[in-house]
């Protein structure tokens, strides 16, 4: 493989990161002023603190890459804002909202996992590989903690 490829490689990993972790921060923040427990919301806001160090982290990497972040699609943005916000208040239940959470960390992980396993077999490692596995990990840290609120 060559070293442009790898690059690319690089640079796409590096895009699905930012874009995953952007995902879960705004998630996060539609969520919280619909959370009435006190320790879920101190759960939730410690992963939002982490879901942005993880942008910032990501954001860096790309910017030394050259490549500027890029947003999610303001229109698939609000949508999943509104389905959030909708599914938030049929069922306000702190149960209800962690198991949201395990959904979106879930499909996060499966996502991750999958441009991880492109990316290895590419030959893609260094600083964008680590970060892309610490937020796999951290991601499925998540689903863990999420389930003791179910």
Do not use: W
């Not at 879920?40 to 790309?62: G, H, I, N």
């Not at 698939?76 to 198991?99: E, L, V, Y």
Request: aromatic content about 4%; some cysteine.
């Amino acid at each position: 493989m060559t070293s442009q490829n790898q690059t690319s490689q690089e640079n796409k990993l590096l895009e699905e990161t930012y874009k995953n972790v952007k995902m879960g921060a705004d998630a996060i923040i539609t969520l919280l002023p619909r959370v009435n427990d006190g320790d879920f919301k101190t759960e939730l806001s410690s992963q939002l603190c982490r879901y942005e160090d993880y942008a910032k982290q990501s954001a860096d990497l790309m910017q030394k890459s050259g490549i500027r972040p890029k947003e999610e699609n303001p229109v698939s943005r609000i949508s999943a804002k509104m389905g959030i916000a909708m599914n938030a208040m049929m069922d306000g239940t702190t149960s209800h909202h962690a198991q949201m959470m395990i959904e979106g960390a879930t499909m996060g992980i499966t996502d991750m996992t999958r441009i991880l396993h492109e990316s290895e077999e590419k030959g893609v490692s260094g600083e964008a590989l680590r970060l892309a596995k610490d937020v796999t990990a951290y991601e499925e840290d998540t689903v863990e903690r999420m389930k003791r609120y179910l």
